[in-house]
């Protein structure tokens, strides 16, 4: 079984910065692509950024030069930098990993179950 979990969402001023965490874990074989979506309310979910396995990433035109996404592959995990947060930045952000597990080594996509960021103007 694997597992996604997000971190590091919570209330922070216009501005302001925030990191967000995604662990993936179970019995995974390779990870490839990792990333991050976002959906705010009554709205559709929308990419944000991508990491492949090498590390090249892949931003929203809305986002560049202000996000920066990274990963530990040793650990599993993508990291969400985001500096100079826009009260339109308030979403609820999804991690997901494009992976292989021991048991099913077609690449599946998985996601986490979100982590709300707000930013107050």
């Known amino acids: 079984q694997v597992q996604l979990v997000e971190s590091g969402g919570g209330l922070v001023q216009a501005g302001g910065s925030l990191r967000l965490s995604c662990a993936a874990s179970g019995v995974i074989f390779s990870i490839n692509a990792m990333g991050w979506y976002r959906q705010a309310p009554g709205k559709r979910r929308e990419l944000v950024a991508t990491?492949?396995?090498?590390?090249?990433?892949n931003y929203a035109d809305s986002v560049k030069g202000r996000f920066t996404i990274s990963r530990d592959n040793a650990k599993n995990t993508v990291y969400l930098q985001m500096n100079s947060l826009k009260p339109e930045d308030t979403a609820v952000y999804y991690c997901?990993?494009?992976?292989?597990?021991?048991?099913?080594?077609?690449?599946?996509?998985?996601w986490g179950p979100g982590t709300q960021v707000t930013v107050s103007s």
């Open positions: 997901n990993a494009d992976l292989s597990t021991i048991a099913i080594r077609a690449v599946l996509r998985y």
């Open positions: 990491s492949t396995s090498g590390g090249k990433a």
